[in-house]
């Protein structure tokens, strides 16, 4: 899955002398840190907006919108989804059964669930594909 994020915030707010401007000089995509959601992977594309400073006595002249913490949140919302694919967490089956398929969110309850009737079934669990 892809997701495309971008700040909500009409203007940015100049690092070096704090004033806020709403001219945009560019806009560009950053990649953050792919994140699990229900077992299926996620890449987040955020896009950036570089703002002029219209303060004449500022030092810089465009600045890249601020969206600090955003990765060290995503980061920390990594580490519950991993540990859930990791074996012993939901039955060991969850992880195999759905990632190959692509495009279909599925509960990681619902795919260890249908891993469990295909081992009951001795092979012959094909309908749970
Ligand atoms: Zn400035």
Redesign the pocket.
């Known amino acids: 899955m892809l997701v495309w994020a971008r700040v909500e915030a009409e203007d940015g707010v100049?690092p070096?002398?704090?004033?806020r401007s709403r001219r945009v000089h560019s806009r560009y995509h950053r990649g953050l840190a792919d994140v699990s959601v229900a077992g299926q992977p996620v890449t987040l594309r955020l896009q950036v907006r570089r703002f002029f400073?219209d303060?004449l006595d500022?030092?810089?002249r465009t600045?890249a919108e601020q969206v600090d913490g955003l990765t060290a949140k995503h980061a920390r919302r990594t580490s519950p989804s991993r540990a859930a694919l990791e074996p012993g967490g939901q039955g060991g089956g969850a992880s195999g059964g759905s990632a190959g398929d692509g495009g279909r969110p599925e509960h990681p309850a619902a795919a260890g669930a249908c891993a469990a009737r295909t081992r009951g079934r001795d092979g012959r669990g094909a309908r749970c594909r």
């Open positions: 100049c070096s002398c704090g004033g400073c303060d500022c030092p810089i600045f």
